[in-house]
């Protein structure tokens, strides 16, 4: 079956410091992942997806396929960068599963 | 139009009632889903319609009652909800029911069955 773990409810985190949220993933295929996030009062939006392999609002996620893993990078955090953040794969079956999601609070 | 739009953005109704949530992109995807969130919970998927046809049914329950009547618009029929219902409703559409595909998220309604 198809899951995605993220095993961080809250990071929190100072302005500037380094960010890593994590994903990990459960799937027997080649697997589409996706980061959303979903900023206060506002819908989820897509941050970022591994087929495209950019970089947006300096976020970085890289697919590892070895340790089934797809987490989020951020060397500079910002204070706007505070959100809910969900890794989700689509498994080829038109379904969208996602994990649990991780609360980012950066602190001035 | 670049967003998918969703009415309303709050619902109250009894156990009784029938009401129906409203979903609508002019994006041209031929892929549109219900998701269903419950608080500080993830989405989870109700159904999929692809190319206006039924695809996916997440075992959901008969009270709830999708609807693609074109390619623009997704509707969910409610009826005899239970309070365990209550919960933020998210429409999502995407270009095409594959797995590369970008879905594209609603605002949501959030529903409270009393």
């Known amino acids: 079956a198809q899951r995605v773990t993220q095993p961080e409810k809250l990071l929190s985190v100072f302005k500037g410091a380094p960010v890593e949220l994590k994903c990990n993933y459960s799937?027997?295929?080649?697997?589409?992942l996706f980061w959303y996030v979903q900023y206060s009062r506002q819908r989820l939006q897509l941050l970022l997806r591994?087929?495209s392999r950019e970089s947006i609002k300096g976020f970085t996620a890289d697919l590892n396929k070895g340790e089934t893993s797809f987490h989020l990078k951020k060397p500079f955090a910002q204070e706007e960068d505070s959100a809910m953040y969900y890794c989700?794969?689509?498994?080829?079956?038109?379904?969208?599963?996602f994990g649990t999601g991780t609360r980012l609070l950066v602190s001035p | 139009d670049t967003e998918v739009t969703q009415t309303p953005k709050h619902l109250v109704m009894g156990m009784t009632n029938k009401k129906s949530l409203k979903c609508e992109q002019h994006?041209?995807?031929?892929?549109m889903y219900w998701y269903k969130q419950k608080a500080k919970k993830p989405p989870e998927l109700m159904f999929v319609?692809?190319?206006?046809?039924?695809?996916i049914n997440e075992s959901v329950p008969s009270r709830f009652s999708p609807e693609c009547p074109n390619s623009s618009l997704l509707n969910l029929h409610l009826h005899a909800l239970q309070p365990e219902d209550s919960a933020l409703y998210l429409c999502?559409?995407?270009?095409?029911?594959?797995?590369?595909?970008?879905?594209?998220f609603g605002p949501g309604t959030r529903l409270l069955v009393l």
């Open positions: 999502a559409s995407s270009r095409r029911a594959r797995e590369e595909e970008t879905q594209y």
């Open positions: 799937y027997s295929g080649s697997p589409e």
């Open positions: 591994h087929i």
């Open positions: 989700a794969l689509n498994s080829g079956f038109q379904k969208l599963v």
């Open positions: 994006m041209g995807h031929r892929a």
């Open positions: 319609y692809s190319y206006e046809k039924l695809s």
